[in-house]
């Protein structure tokens, strides 16, 4: 393979709660420009993976193990002092709330300007004009009044906006994505996914975003790697995941989406159940007890992962087959 | 009861919140969150209504009912305009009429058994109690899908789809005509989202009940109403049969909050024209002048600027507020 060696790779990663162990030997790689969907819902984990990813997990989580290869060095062995000096300069992040993410007491022109100073190490006059420049580039109106406001005197997506603009600021090898339009309007959504791919077209910034929205792991998305329970359950090319999914879970999340194009009143897809609280894994195969397919052996023993070719792994073990509608109600 | 006579009819109804400063000062102006919308509802029907934030949506629900109070307006649930009474007659009128909130965490006593709060509103008006009440939850429960047994059980022992079955159970108890149900799934996990509106269409089936369905989701609003109304800035901008109105969206707005749903599929995403609109939602304090969409219109001429387009019928039956629109 002449793949280009990924910009981060991550491989048995496991973060626990007290005894609770929340993510469970994840891995997966990201390529330079590319974008990869981290898709799953509520409790399984995709936010607790990004967290550890930059050293940001909460006091009560700790990382159990697992390598963070990015840039030849392992993110999870690495101080914090160091840690601190790469967040927000070769990996940038930006989370669904970004009331929570700004500094309310500071104006948005000083949050810019903070991490050209201290990373770039620009003067005050070229972080000055470096802060317009992004601010106009994030399709932010009047550029040089926003600089002088605080985050209150802004609208939710144009707070977005402005933490994209401080994300992408520092040029980034990887952004992270935590959910980044799910509190936004759909038209406002648009505005900003449009600007997360320009991105990666004009800059070749990789992005690992992390929704349960189907619609945008489509409209974003190169690869997708579905975690369920604390686990990658299937991982492979987008186009090839929605024309074929394999795993009974990712088929039937696929399927319980309502279309555009389906019977209007017709009863949806459904999952039985419900998602399983975060570190309360069910034995075996954790989506066996929702699972139409599920049989003796499912509880007996995991699912390993499996090669399928074309870039593709399952970890089921009975990939492949269909598993119907799921259950009326 | 007349059958072609509407349920509901909504006329000309505003719900303007006053703008003051501070606590008692003068009033500023005010914030036109509901600003002159008709509509009627059949017996039986989902009328969908959706729009982004600030537009309006869940106040008119509220409104309706008079969870908040209507500025100015009529609104009239089978014929009784609830509008002008006070009350007694207030409370026997709203027992046609009841809400399922977005979040069902919310919208129960953690301090109540679920039988109790299921119970209650036939407690209240007198219509069951005892033996006879406790058969009726049995049976609410069951329609919903749950066990008659888990009357006994609090709200943190179900999860979010089972409680949101609860708020249904509950909202049930009367026999409304009308349920308004504002986001019942937006607080949900995908995969029971669908539970609970294979739950909501097949109690619709069994019982007729009339759904005002307010979501900003409008892949969902499509599989379950019958009509839509997409809401702007405190007003109607279109209402139509909702094939109609995702065949042909005559509205610029309609036709950029369709094109801006991501659709699940790469393929048919990549091969899609999309309308992005530029710019921000206007505050509901400081709509523009004219048309309240012409500040993001691509459509918008002087006319759009000085105007506001009243709500007219179109060749197929859909209502358009649009000077530009065909």
Known sequence: MNAPAPVLEVEGLSVAIGARRVVDAT???????????????????????????????????????????????DLARLPERELRALRGNRISVIFQDPSGSLDPLMTVGAQLAEGLRAHRRMGREEAHERSLAMLRAVGISEPERRLAQYPFELSGGMCQRVMIAIALAAEPAVLLADEPTTALDVTIQAQI??????????????ILLITHDMGVVADMADRVAVMYAGRIVE?????AIFADPRHPYTRLLLRSVPRLDDAPKAAMTVIPGSVPAQGEWPPGCRFAPRCPLAEPACVA???RVEELGGGRRVACHRHGEDPGMGAAR | MNDAAPLLEVEDLRVH??????????????????????????RGETLGLVGESGCGKSTLGNAILRVVEPTSGAIRLAGIDLARLDGEELRQARRRAQMVFQDPFASLDPRMRIGDSIGEPLLVHGL???????????ELLRRVGLEPAHAARYPHEFSGGQRQRIVIARALAL????????????ALDVSV??????????????????????????????????RIAVMYLGRIVELAERDALFRQPRHPYTQALISAIPLPDPVAQRARRRIILAGEIPSPARPPSGCAFHTRCPMATARCRSEAPALLPREGGALVACHEAG
Not at chain 1, 43 to 56: D, I, V, W, Y
Not at chain 2, 193 to 214: D, K, S, W, Y
């Open chain 1, 27 to 73: 891995g997966f790689a990201l390529a330079p420009g590319e974008v990869l969907a981290l898709v799953g819902e509520s409790g399984c984990g995709k936010s607790m993976t990004a967290l550890a990813l930059l050293g940001l997990l909460p006091a009560a989580a700790r990382l159990e193990g697992g390598r963070i290869g990015f840039e030849g060095r």
């Open chain 1, 193 to 206: 996914l449009d600007l997360m791919k320009a991105l990666r077209r004009e800059r070749g910034t990789s």
């Open chain 1, 235 to 239: 991982s492979g090319p987008a186009d």
């Open chain 1, 301 to 303: 023993r995991d699912p």
């Open chain 2, 17 to 42: 919140f006053p703008l003051r400063r501070g606590l008692f000062g003068r009033p500023l102006g005010a914030v036109r969150a509901v600003d002159g919308v008709t509509l009627a509802m059949a």
């Open chain 2, 128 to 138: 069951a109690r005892g033996e006879e009440l406790h058969a009726r939850v049995g």
């Open chain 2, 175 to 186: 026999s409304p005509d009308l349920v308004i149900c504002d986001e019942p799934v937006s």
């Open chain 2, 193 to 226: 989202r669908g539970q609970i509106l294979n739950l909501l269409l097949e109690l619709q089936r069994g019982l007729g009940t009339a759904f005002l369905f307010v979501s900003h989701d409008l892949s969902v609003v499509r599989h379950v109403s019958d």
